[in-house]
Protein backbone atom coordinates (compact mmCIF):
# COMPACT_ATOMS: atom_id res chain seq x y z
CA UNK A 1 0.00 0.00 0.00
CA UNK A 2 1.28 3.37 -1.23
CA UNK A 3 2.98 5.22 2.17
CA UNK A 4 2.62 8.47 0.83
CA UNK A 5 4.66 11.58 -0.98
CA UNK A 6 7.96 11.34 1.43
CA UNK A 7 9.33 7.78 0.29
CA UNK A 8 8.45 8.85 -3.17
CA UNK A 9 11.37 11.30 -3.11
CA UNK A 10 14.05 9.09 -2.55
CA UNK A 11 16.78 9.59 -5.56
CA UNK A 12 15.43 12.31 -7.28
CA UNK A 13 17.64 14.85 -8.40
CA UNK A 14 18.47 18.06 -5.77
CA UNK A 15 16.87 20.95 -8.13
CA UNK A 16 13.24 18.87 -7.79
CA UNK A 17 12.97 18.40 -4.19
CA UNK A 18 10.24 20.20 -2.40
CA UNK A 19 10.46 22.60 0.12
CA UNK A 20 9.62 21.57 3.71
CA UNK A 21 6.70 23.12 4.63
CA UNK A 22 6.72 24.11 8.61
CA UNK A 23 3.85 21.87 10.48
CA UNK A 24 2.73 24.92 12.72
CA UNK A 25 1.22 26.75 9.53
CA UNK A 26 -1.76 23.55 10.16
CA UNK A 27 -3.36 25.45 12.51
CA UNK A 28 -4.56 28.07 9.91
CA UNK A 29 -6.73 25.41 7.77
CA UNK A 30 -7.00 22.43 10.11
CA UNK A 31 -10.89 22.37 9.47
CA UNK A 32 -10.67 22.02 5.99
CA UNK A 33 -8.06 19.70 5.95
CA UNK A 34 -10.12 17.16 8.63
CA UNK A 35 -13.06 17.19 6.01
CA UNK A 36 -10.69 16.66 3.28
CA UNK A 37 -8.24 13.89 5.27
CA UNK A 38 -11.02 12.38 6.90
CA UNK A 39 -12.89 11.31 3.47
CA UNK A 40 -9.87 10.20 2.18
CA UNK A 41 -9.18 7.99 4.99
CA UNK A 42 -12.45 6.06 3.83
CA UNK A 43 -10.66 4.35 1.27
CA UNK A 44 -7.47 4.36 2.58
CA UNK A 45 -6.06 3.13 6.01
CA UNK A 46 -2.43 4.68 5.81
CA UNK A 47 -3.10 7.74 8.35
CA UNK A 48 -1.74 11.40 6.31
CA UNK A 49 1.16 12.56 8.22
CA UNK A 50 1.34 15.93 9.32
CA UNK A 51 4.13 16.54 6.32
CA UNK A 52 1.73 15.38 3.84
CA UNK A 53 -1.41 17.48 4.52
CA UNK A 54 0.77 20.33 4.69
CA UNK A 55 2.22 19.49 0.95
CA UNK A 56 -1.55 19.22 0.34
CA UNK A 57 -2.42 22.85 1.54
CA UNK A 58 0.64 24.12 0.12
CA UNK A 59 -1.00 23.44 -3.43
CA UNK A 60 -3.94 26.21 -2.04
CA UNK A 61 -4.40 29.40 -3.10
CA UNK A 62 -4.45 30.87 -0.02
CA UNK A 63 -0.16 29.87 -0.22
CA UNK A 64 0.37 31.95 -3.36
CA UNK A 65 2.27 34.90 -2.33
CA UNK A 66 1.88 38.29 -3.35
CA UNK A 67 3.63 39.31 -6.96
CA UNK A 68 5.69 42.52 -8.32
CA UNK A 69 7.80 43.02 -11.29
CA UNK A 70 10.21 45.26 -10.78
CA UNK A 71 11.08 45.72 -14.68
CA UNK A 72 7.35 46.83 -15.27
CA UNK A 73 6.90 50.28 -13.08
CA UNK A 74 3.03 50.19 -14.66
CA UNK A 75 2.37 46.88 -13.62
CA UNK A 76 -0.45 47.62 -11.00
CA UNK A 77 -0.97 51.25 -11.94
CA UNK A 78 -5.02 51.38 -13.02
CA UNK A 79 -4.91 53.58 -15.93
CA UNK A 80 -2.05 51.36 -17.21
CA UNK A 81 -4.33 48.72 -16.78
CA UNK A 82 -7.24 49.99 -18.41
CA UNK A 83 -5.47 50.81 -21.16
CA UNK A 84 -3.95 47.08 -21.36
CA UNK A 85 -7.45 45.93 -21.48
CA UNK A 86 -8.10 48.21 -24.79
CA UNK A 87 -4.98 46.68 -26.43
CA UNK A 88 -5.39 43.46 -25.77
CA UNK A 89 -8.84 43.16 -27.34
CA UNK A 90 -7.82 45.42 -30.19
CA UNK A 91 -7.97 43.34 -33.68
CA UNK A 92 -6.27 46.19 -35.44
CA UNK A 93 -2.83 45.41 -34.18
CA UNK A 94 -2.62 42.88 -37.12
CA UNK A 95 -1.99 42.59 -40.68
CA UNK A 96 -5.56 41.70 -41.70
CA UNK A 97 -6.88 43.88 -38.49
CA UNK A 98 -8.75 40.75 -37.50
CA UNK A 99 -5.91 39.08 -34.44
CA UNK A 100 -6.16 40.80 -31.24
CA UNK A 101 -4.57 39.21 -28.01
CA UNK A 102 -8.18 37.90 -27.14
CA UNK A 103 -8.11 35.63 -30.21
CA UNK A 104 -6.03 32.59 -28.84
CA UNK A 105 -6.30 34.01 -25.37
CA UNK A 106 -10.38 33.95 -24.72
CA UNK A 107 -11.88 35.04 -21.57
CA UNK A 108 -14.95 32.05 -21.81
CA UNK A 109 -11.79 29.24 -22.48
CA UNK A 110 -9.52 30.22 -19.14
CA UNK A 111 -7.51 32.59 -21.32
CA UNK A 112 -6.28 29.87 -24.14
CA UNK A 113 -7.97 29.06 -27.35
CA UNK A 114 -9.45 25.48 -27.32
CA UNK A 115 -7.48 24.46 -30.35
CA UNK A 116 -4.49 21.80 -30.53
CA UNK A 117 -1.84 25.42 -31.42
CA UNK A 118 -2.24 28.80 -31.76
CA UNK A 119 -3.92 29.95 -35.15
CA UNK A 120 -3.14 34.07 -36.12
CA UNK A 121 -2.58 34.90 -39.21
CA UNK A 122 -0.99 31.13 -40.02
CA UNK A 123 -0.89 27.81 -37.85
CA UNK A 124 1.57 28.12 -35.15
CA UNK A 125 3.98 25.21 -33.75
CA UNK A 126 2.67 25.62 -29.52
CA UNK A 127 -0.41 25.12 -28.07
CA UNK A 128 -1.71 28.11 -26.22
CA UNK A 129 -1.22 28.69 -22.59
CA UNK A 130 -3.90 30.27 -20.28
CA UNK A 131 -3.00 33.52 -18.72
CA UNK A 132 -4.78 33.05 -15.82
CA UNK A 133 -2.04 33.26 -12.90
CA UNK A 134 0.62 34.10 -15.75
CA UNK A 135 1.69 36.61 -13.66
CA UNK A 136 3.21 34.32 -11.04
CA UNK A 137 5.42 33.08 -13.52
CA UNK A 138 9.49 33.26 -13.95
CA UNK A 139 9.52 32.51 -17.53
CA UNK A 140 6.82 32.71 -20.83
CA UNK A 141 6.53 30.65 -23.93
CA UNK A 142 6.97 27.06 -23.46
CA UNK A 143 10.31 27.19 -23.95
CA UNK A 144 11.01 30.10 -21.78
CA UNK A 145 12.20 32.21 -24.00
CA UNK A 146 10.98 35.71 -22.32
CA UNK A 147 11.67 36.94 -18.53
CA UNK A 148 9.07 38.53 -18.52
CA UNK A 149 5.37 39.05 -19.11
CA UNK A 150 5.57 42.32 -20.73
CA UNK A 151 8.29 41.11 -22.79
CA UNK A 152 6.27 38.34 -23.66
CA UNK A 153 3.17 40.26 -24.54
CA UNK A 154 5.50 42.09 -27.46
CA UNK A 155 6.64 39.19 -29.84
CA UNK A 156 3.29 37.96 -31.13
CA UNK A 157 2.57 41.17 -32.42
CA UNK A 158 6.03 40.95 -34.92
CA UNK A 159 5.36 37.18 -35.52
CA UNK A 160 4.60 36.83 -38.93
CA UNK A 161 1.86 34.14 -38.45
CA UNK A 162 0.62 35.53 -35.41
CA UNK A 163 -0.58 39.54 -35.42
CA UNK A 164 2.39 39.98 -38.25
CA UNK A 165 2.92 43.85 -37.90
CA UNK A 166 6.40 45.90 -36.98
CA UNK A 167 7.14 47.94 -34.49
CA UNK A 168 7.04 51.09 -36.74
CA UNK A 169 3.60 50.22 -37.73
CA UNK A 170 2.46 49.24 -34.17
CA UNK A 171 3.80 52.77 -33.13
CA UNK A 172 1.97 54.74 -36.12
CA UNK A 173 -1.11 53.30 -34.86
CA UNK A 174 -0.87 54.24 -31.51
CA UNK A 175 -0.03 57.60 -32.31
CA UNK A 176 -2.39 58.58 -34.99
CA UNK A 177 -5.49 57.33 -32.65
CA UNK A 178 -6.27 60.20 -30.46
CA UNK A 179 -7.87 57.81 -28.08
CA UNK A 180 -4.61 55.84 -27.46
CA UNK A 181 -2.43 58.86 -27.80
CA UNK A 182 -4.12 60.71 -25.24
CA UNK A 183 -3.63 57.70 -22.77
CA UNK A 184 -0.05 56.73 -23.93
CA UNK A 185 0.84 60.91 -23.07
CA UNK A 186 -0.79 60.72 -19.64
CA UNK A 187 1.34 57.54 -18.37
CA UNK A 188 4.54 58.69 -20.19
CA UNK A 189 3.84 62.48 -20.42
CA UNK A 190 6.87 63.34 -22.93
CA UNK A 191 5.65 61.18 -26.23
CA UNK A 192 6.04 62.15 -30.03
CA UNK A 193 3.92 63.99 -32.17
CA UNK A 194 2.43 61.37 -34.81
CA UNK A 195 4.50 63.58 -37.53
CA UNK A 196 7.75 62.44 -35.93
CA UNK A 197 7.85 59.47 -37.66
CA UNK A 198 6.27 60.22 -40.91
CA UNK A 199 9.37 60.35 -43.46
CA UNK A 200 10.18 56.76 -42.25
CA UNK A 201 9.77 54.39 -44.24
CA UNK A 202 6.30 52.43 -44.38
CA UNK A 203 7.22 49.05 -42.44
CA UNK A 204 10.77 48.29 -40.18
CA UNK A 205 11.59 46.10 -37.40
CA UNK A 206 15.06 44.19 -36.19
CA UNK A 207 13.33 40.73 -35.74
CA UNK A 208 11.23 41.12 -39.51
CA UNK A 209 12.19 40.21 -43.24
CA UNK A 210 15.91 41.25 -44.40
CA UNK A 211 14.29 44.14 -45.92
CA UNK A 212 12.59 45.31 -42.95
CA UNK A 213 15.96 44.77 -40.69
CA UNK A 214 17.75 46.41 -43.18
CA UNK A 215 15.41 49.80 -43.44
CA UNK A 216 15.03 49.44 -39.76
CA UNK A 217 19.03 50.25 -39.44
CA UNK A 218 18.60 52.71 -41.74
CA UNK A 219 16.53 54.55 -38.96
CA UNK A 220 18.68 57.11 -37.27
CA UNK A 221 19.19 55.75 -33.56
CA UNK A 222 17.65 58.03 -31.61
CA UNK A 223 14.30 57.53 -33.60
CA UNK A 224 14.97 53.78 -33.31
CA UNK A 225 15.22 53.76 -29.48
CA UNK A 226 11.92 56.28 -29.21
CA UNK A 227 10.18 52.97 -31.15
CA UNK A 228 11.63 50.79 -28.93
CA UNK A 229 10.71 52.47 -26.43
CA UNK A 230 6.58 53.18 -26.61
CA UNK A 231 7.00 49.19 -28.39
CA UNK A 232 7.88 48.56 -24.91
CA UNK A 233 6.03 50.46 -23.06
CA UNK A 234 2.71 48.40 -25.04
CA UNK A 235 3.61 44.98 -23.58
CA UNK A 236 4.08 47.32 -20.30
CA UNK A 237 0.23 47.82 -20.70
CA UNK A 238 -0.63 44.77 -21.95
CA UNK A 239 1.17 42.73 -18.54
CA UNK A 240 -0.24 45.11 -16.24
CA UNK A 241 -4.18 44.11 -18.08
CA UNK A 242 -3.35 40.46 -17.80
CA UNK A 243 -1.85 40.56 -14.15
CA UNK A 244 -5.07 42.01 -12.76
CA UNK A 245 -7.24 39.33 -14.70
CA UNK A 246 -8.72 37.29 -11.05
CA UNK A 247 -7.63 33.75 -10.22
CA UNK A 248 -10.66 32.14 -8.70
CA UNK A 249 -10.85 29.62 -6.18
CA UNK A 250 -10.94 25.85 -7.64
CA UNK A 251 -12.77 23.21 -6.02
CA UNK A 252 -9.44 22.18 -4.17
CA UNK A 253 -9.51 25.48 -2.75
CA UNK A 254 -12.78 25.46 -1.61
CA UNK A 255 -12.27 21.25 -0.17
CA UNK A 256 -9.31 23.04 1.99
CA UNK A 257 -11.60 26.02 3.41
CA UNK A 258 -14.15 23.59 4.28
CA UNK A 259 -16.22 24.81 1.39
CA UNK A 260 -16.98 21.64 -0.72
CA UNK A 261 -16.96 18.03 0.16
CA UNK A 262 -14.41 16.01 -2.45
CA UNK A 263 -15.71 12.62 -3.40
CA UNK A 264 -13.49 9.96 -2.50
CA UNK A 265 -12.01 9.32 -5.96
CA UNK A 266 -11.11 12.99 -6.12
CA UNK A 267 -9.26 12.21 -2.60
CA UNK A 268 -7.69 8.87 -3.29
CA UNK A 269 -6.14 11.10 -6.69
CA UNK A 270 -5.24 13.39 -4.25
CA UNK A 271 -2.97 11.01 -2.42
CA UNK A 272 -1.79 9.36 -5.96
CA UNK A 273 -0.96 13.42 -6.99
CA UNK A 274 1.32 13.90 -3.90
CA UNK A 275 2.50 10.19 -3.90
CA UNK A 276 2.98 7.54 -5.72
CA UNK A 277 2.16 9.29 -9.06
CA UNK A 278 5.10 11.93 -8.16
CA UNK A 279 3.26 14.67 -9.88
CA UNK A 280 4.01 16.99 -6.74
CA UNK A 281 7.55 16.78 -7.76
CA UNK A 282 7.27 19.15 -11.01
CA UNK A 283 3.76 20.40 -10.38
CA UNK A 284 4.09 21.76 -6.84
CA UNK A 285 2.79 25.03 -4.97
CA UNK A 286 -0.05 26.92 -5.76
CA UNK A 287 0.19 27.64 -9.04
CA UNK A 288 0.85 23.91 -9.25
CA UNK A 289 3.96 24.01 -11.51
CA UNK A 290 7.96 24.36 -10.03
CA UNK A 291 8.53 26.73 -13.15
CA UNK A 292 11.11 25.06 -14.24
CA UNK A 293 12.21 23.03 -17.41
CA UNK A 294 11.79 19.27 -18.19
CA UNK A 295 12.39 16.77 -20.83
CA UNK A 296 9.56 14.58 -20.34
CA UNK A 297 9.82 13.00 -23.84
CA UNK A 298 7.96 15.71 -26.60
CA UNK A 299 10.88 17.18 -28.30
CA UNK A 300 11.54 16.43 -31.34
CA UNK A 301 15.19 16.02 -32.05
CA UNK A 302 16.49 18.51 -34.78
CA UNK A 303 13.21 20.52 -35.09
CA UNK A 304 12.15 21.38 -31.67
CA UNK A 305 14.36 20.90 -28.88
CA UNK A 306 12.32 23.29 -26.75
CA UNK A 307 14.79 25.20 -24.11
CA UNK A 308 17.77 24.48 -25.69
CA UNK A 309 17.33 26.15 -28.75
CA UNK A 310 16.74 29.82 -26.66
CA UNK A 311 19.41 30.06 -24.26
CA UNK A 312 21.28 32.79 -26.31
CA UNK A 313 17.95 33.92 -27.10
CA UNK A 314 17.25 35.24 -23.84
CA UNK A 315 20.50 37.11 -22.71
CA UNK A 316 20.72 38.98 -26.14
CA UNK A 317 17.38 40.29 -26.07
CA UNK A 318 17.04 44.17 -25.78
CA UNK A 319 13.99 43.53 -23.91
CA UNK A 320 14.87 41.07 -21.00
CA UNK A 321 14.85 42.18 -17.51
CA UNK A 322 18.53 43.58 -17.30
CA UNK A 323 17.80 45.23 -20.74
CA UNK A 324 17.85 49.76 -20.87
CA UNK A 325 13.96 49.33 -21.46
CA UNK A 326 13.81 46.94 -18.11
CA UNK A 327 12.28 49.30 -14.88
CA UNK A 328 14.83 47.89 -12.55
CA UNK A 329 18.12 47.63 -11.81
CA UNK A 330 20.41 44.75 -13.78
CA UNK A 331 21.49 42.87 -10.05
CA UNK A 332 17.75 42.13 -9.45
CA UNK A 333 16.84 40.00 -12.29
CA UNK A 334 18.43 36.86 -10.73
CA UNK A 335 16.49 34.50 -13.26
CA UNK A 336 18.80 36.07 -15.92
CA UNK A 337 21.86 36.28 -13.65
CA UNK A 338 21.78 32.17 -12.94
CA UNK A 339 20.70 30.93 -16.47
CA UNK A 340 22.20 27.74 -17.55
CA UNK A 341 24.70 28.03 -20.37
CA UNK A 342 24.44 24.35 -20.79
CA UNK A 343 22.20 23.34 -23.77
CA UNK A 344 22.91 19.59 -23.57
CA UNK A 345 20.97 20.01 -20.06
CA UNK A 346 18.11 21.62 -21.52
CA UNK A 347 17.58 19.31 -24.58
CA UNK A 348 13.87 18.54 -24.77
CA UNK A 349 13.11 20.26 -21.97
CA UNK A 350 10.02 22.77 -22.16
CA UNK A 351 8.47 24.93 -19.32
CA UNK A 352 6.44 22.90 -16.55
CA UNK A 353 3.05 24.21 -16.98
CA UNK A 354 0.69 25.46 -14.01
CA UNK A 355 -2.47 22.64 -13.47
CA UNK A 356 -5.10 25.36 -12.42
CA UNK A 357 -7.94 24.87 -14.84
CA UNK A 358 -6.16 21.93 -16.50
CA UNK A 359 -9.61 20.62 -16.92
CA UNK A 360 -10.69 23.84 -19.31
CA UNK A 361 -7.59 24.49 -21.61
CA UNK A 362 -7.37 20.87 -23.78
CA UNK A 363 -5.57 20.17 -25.44
CA UNK A 364 -1.96 19.58 -23.66
CA UNK A 365 1.45 19.46 -24.12
CA UNK A 366 3.65 22.29 -25.50
CA UNK A 367 2.00 20.88 -29.01
CA UNK A 368 -1.34 20.19 -27.94
CA UNK A 369 -0.42 16.55 -28.97
CA UNK A 370 -3.15 15.05 -26.29
CA UNK A 371 -6.43 15.82 -26.24
CA UNK A 372 -7.72 14.44 -22.87
CA UNK A 373 -6.75 14.39 -19.75
CA UNK A 374 -6.68 10.71 -19.98
CA UNK A 375 -4.18 10.57 -22.98
CA UNK A 376 -2.23 12.60 -20.86
CA UNK A 377 -2.03 10.30 -17.92
CA UNK A 378 -1.47 7.46 -19.94
CA UNK A 379 1.23 8.61 -21.34
CA UNK A 380 2.91 9.63 -18.51
CA UNK A 381 2.55 5.48 -17.54
CA UNK A 382 3.59 4.42 -20.45
CA UNK A 383 6.45 6.64 -21.18
CA UNK A 384 7.87 6.53 -18.00
CA UNK A 385 8.44 2.72 -18.20
CA UNK A 386 10.10 2.75 -21.58
CA UNK A 387 13.43 0.93 -21.22
CA UNK A 388 16.48 3.29 -22.13
CA UNK A 389 13.73 6.31 -22.31
CA UNK A 390 15.54 9.86 -22.63
CA UNK A 391 13.61 11.81 -20.84
CA UNK A 392 13.71 13.09 -17.17
CA UNK A 393 10.31 10.97 -16.37
CA UNK A 394 10.62 8.95 -12.86
CA UNK A 395 9.19 5.55 -13.03
CA UNK A 396 5.08 5.97 -12.64
CA UNK A 397 2.80 3.03 -11.94
CA UNK A 398 -0.55 3.42 -11.70
CA UNK A 399 -3.75 0.54 -12.16
CA UNK A 400 -6.79 1.82 -14.22
CA UNK A 401 -8.86 2.94 -11.66
CA UNK A 402 -5.55 4.87 -9.91
CA UNK A 403 -5.53 6.80 -13.05
CA UNK A 404 -8.94 7.50 -13.08
CA UNK A 405 -8.59 8.47 -9.32
CA UNK A 406 -5.81 10.79 -10.46
CA UNK A 407 -8.28 12.52 -13.60
CA UNK A 408 -10.98 12.84 -10.94
CA UNK A 409 -8.73 14.97 -8.82
CA UNK A 410 -6.64 16.57 -11.85
CA UNK A 411 -10.11 18.17 -12.68
CA UNK A 412 -10.70 19.90 -9.06
CA UNK A 413 -7.79 22.07 -9.71
Known amino acids: MDTGFPAALGGIRRQNRLPVYPVMRIKYWLPGAILLLGIAGCGNKTAWTAQETATLQSL ?59 EGLAMGTRNTPSLLGATHNDWFFWDGRKDSLWSQALEPLENPAEHGLTRLEIVRLLLKDLHYRQQYHALLTDIPAPEHFAALPDTASPVGTLAQLQTWKSIPQAQRE ?45 RLFTGKAQCILCHSGAMLSNQAFQNIGTGTFGKDSGRAAVLDTIRNDRFNCQGQYSDTTPETCTE ?55 NDLPAIQLTDTEQQDLIAFLKML
Open 60 to 118: SLTSLPSVNDPSNRFAHNPQAVELGKQLFFDPRFSRNGQIACATCHRPEKAFSDGKMVA
Open 336 to 390: LQFLTRSRHSMSGAFKVPGLRNVAQTAPYFHDGRMATLDSVIDYYVKTSQQPNKD
Open 226 to 270: QLDQLFAATGKFIAAYVSSLPLAPNRLDDALTGKATPTPAEMAGA
